[in-house]
């Protein structure tokens, strides 16, 4: 866990500073933003989606708040402090595709690779590490699975691979981009369930989610997104047809 | 020691140096790097000739070279980290450039010096065991293996210590980096191991023979294994034994040294790639022959488990459109497995096959 910084506990306002605070965030590849002046704050303990069209900047504002993309301007905190300080507590699960499946291995080392963290420099795995591992990969049912070779296992298995490994890793805040997206029904399941978990645990679950549709099922809180922030808060607030439209703009008017 | 096993040690000290780092540069889809290095080098150790006044300094070569080397991979990083090229073209324009800077070096300075072009680029291992060191007015041996040797253990103790920081950099950077294991510095590290290497084999083997070990043994290896620590020990053994095999054989043949090895690693090379069974191109094939037989053969027991009489076999033949040879293969499999019967009026199915007939594949 991690403590607030001293100045924090003086704070009058809330014991514990936010788990995410970005403040007048904003990103360019080139000359056009791909995220203006955003400002956003996660509450602890959480399901959190960021939702917005295609091309609104949703994997941009995790891989920028992540210190994956530079940033143009603004600050980001992590429970009140600097991402450094923070780095093993914060789970990152990547889109799917951002690794080479091929690598010469199987589920179970991959999710190993979530302890490593805590183990730190030269110190291996042990069989601690591999049961916790193993009951990771139980909990996303793929225990059966363990001595498979990655690129043998189904989309959506590797998915779970990668969920499995950001339970093992045992973060505070998790950072899911599209988890969703092309994964069968099992799957789905699996991954609302781990979300279900995590937040039992206590853990703060920030999702780039794009299926407007599960949205009220899946979160407690909403992040509308189009370049900048539209709305922000919880579900039963921000949900609105308002904000939908607002967020999505003439698109949605001329398809419905 | 006699000169055979010196030449014969120190290519298997360059080749095992070189799959230990090999393995992760072909994991990291870096392969054409280890080409760039060894090329690139050579400005490196033109100047560290120029610095050290043309005589042949071993350790000023060494660190001028890898220095060159670093030289390489950053400005590759940073002409592709710009967005403006890709990573391949970027590597495409360092080298040359680097390169052709040593060619012009040597031809307008140093055209007395002992430095020339042909032994850089293919070197000549045959030479190793004449070029001893000295020190202390005592003779230590053979240069090649003292160089060689210390590389080796320097990649084996690199390769043993951060084992999983490599692992785990190579396959996901961003979690590396995430954990705080960072990525770049094990990058450099690596690609610093790569200059020293490529420039420490320089002499012995040449520019060629390891950019050939640096990646065909572990290319070999990655076909015949899904495990990593597998893969490395298997690119290591494949070094070896294209080195002692090079070896023979171009004794046998009277070819050059070097141009053997390479070529059995290539070799070796050719048989994983056709033969390996995790994904060799020949049991993959032999597999698909014998899934399309056995699939073959369960619609021919379905169709046969419709029909309570024997079916002619020219009825099958029109019913799925086989050749002749394709069915009696079908058949073949499929009768010595005891699930259908020859009959005078054709095809039936045996007790066991109408089970099977039943059963979903």
């Not at chain 1, 781990?194 to 979160?219: A, N």
């Not at chain 2, 590290?189 to 040449?206: D, E, I, K, R, Y």
């Not at chain 2, 070094?239 to 040294?257: F, R």
């Amino acid at each position: 866990m991690i403590r607030p910084t001293t100045s924090d506990q003086f704070s009058p306002i809330s014991l514990r500073p936010a788990p995410l605070e970005v403040r007048d965030l904003t990103v360019a590849y080139r000359e056009k933003p791909v995220l203006w002046d955003v400002d956003l704050v996660i509450p602890e303990g959480q399901l959190c989606a960021i939702v917005g069209p295609n091309g609104a900047g949703k994997s941009t504002l995790l891989k920028a708040v992540l210190g994956m993309v530079p940033r143009a301007s603004g600050t980001v905190q992590f429970f009140g402090q600097p991402l450094q300080a923070v780095r093993r507590h914060i789970g990152y699960v990547p889109q799917r595709s951002s690794v080479d499946w091929d690598f010469p291995t199987n589920a179970l080392d991959v999710v190993l690779m979530g302890l490593y963290g805590r183990l730190g420099w030269f110190r291996r795995p042990g069989r601690a590490e591999r049961e916790e591992a193993m009951r990771a990969l139980e909990q996303v049912g793929l225990a059966a699975f363990a001595q498979r070779q990655i690129a043998q296992l189904s989309g959506g298995q590797q998915q779970r691979v990668f969920l499995a490994r950001a339970l093992a890793q045992n973060s505070d805040l998790y950072f899911m981009d599209e988890p969703f997206a092309g994964v069968d029904a099992v799957t789905e399941e699996a991954i609302l369930q781990v979300m279900h978990e995590l937040k039992g645990r206590g853990k703060t679950v920030v999702v780039v989610h794009h299926d407007l549709e599960t949205v009220r099922d899946y979160f407690d809180h909403l992040t509308l997104l189009n370049v900048q922030v539209i709305a922000s808060g919880p579900l039963e607030q921000t949900f609105t047809a308002e904000n939908l439209k607002a967020t999505y703009g003439e698109r949605m008017s001329l398809g419905r | 020691m006699s000169a055979d096993v010196i030449i014969i040690l120190t290519a298997i000290l360059v080749s095992t140096a070189s799959a230990l780092l090999g393995s992760f540069l072909v994991l990291r889809r870096m392969a054409l790097m280890s080409d760039a290095i060894s090329h690139a080098v050579l400005p490196g150790i033109v100047l560290a000739f120029w610095v050290s006044g043309g005589e042949r300094a071993t350790a000023v070569a060494l660190l001028g070279a890898a220095a060159a080397g670093l030289l390489t991979v950053t400005l590759v990083e940073w002409l592709s980290r710009t967005n403006r090229i890709k990573n391949d073209a970027a590597i495409g324009l360092v080298f040359p450039a680097l390169f052709s800077l040593g060619v012009l070096a040597v031809s307008l300075y140093f055209r007395n010096v002992h430095l020339d072009l042909d032994a850089v680029l293919y070197g000549e291992i045959a030479y190793a065991p004449f070029n001893t060191l000295e020190a202390f007015g005592l003779n230590l041996g053979p240069e090649s293996l003292w160089i060689m040797g210390t590389l080796a253990l320097l990649n084996l103790l690199f390769v043993l210590l951060f084992y999983k920081e490599l692992k785990l950099s190579t396959f996901d950077a961003g979690l590396a980096a995430a954990l705080g294991f960072a990525p770049g510095a094990l990058h450099y590290a690596l690609m610093s191991l790569v200059s020293l290497t490529a420039v420490g084999a320089f002499q012995s083997v040449g520019a060629i023979l390891i950019v050939a070990f640096l990646i065909i043994p572990p290319a070999t290896a990655y076909l015949l294994t899904q495990r990593l620590p597998v893969m490395i020990g298997l690119a290591v053994l494949v070094g070896a034994v294209s080195s002692v095999a090079g070896y023979v054989l171009a004794i046998l043949l009277d070819a050059s040294i070097a141009g053997m090895m390479a070529t059995v690693a290539g070799l070796l090379f050719a048989l994983a790639w056709l033969f390996s069974p995790v994904d060799g191109v020949i049991p993959a094939r032999s597999r698909r022959a014998r899934q399309q037989r056995e699939f073959a053969a369960r619609l021919l027991l379905a169709h046969l488990a419709h029909h309570d009489r024997p079916v002619p076999v020219r009825e099958v033949l029109e019913e799925f459109g086989w050749s002749p040879a394709f069915l009696a293969q079908a058949q073949q499999w499929a009768q010595r497995e005891g699930l259908i019967a020859g009959d005078p009026h054709g095809l039936r199915l045996t007790a066991r096959g109408a089970v099977l007939a039943g059963e979903r594949p």
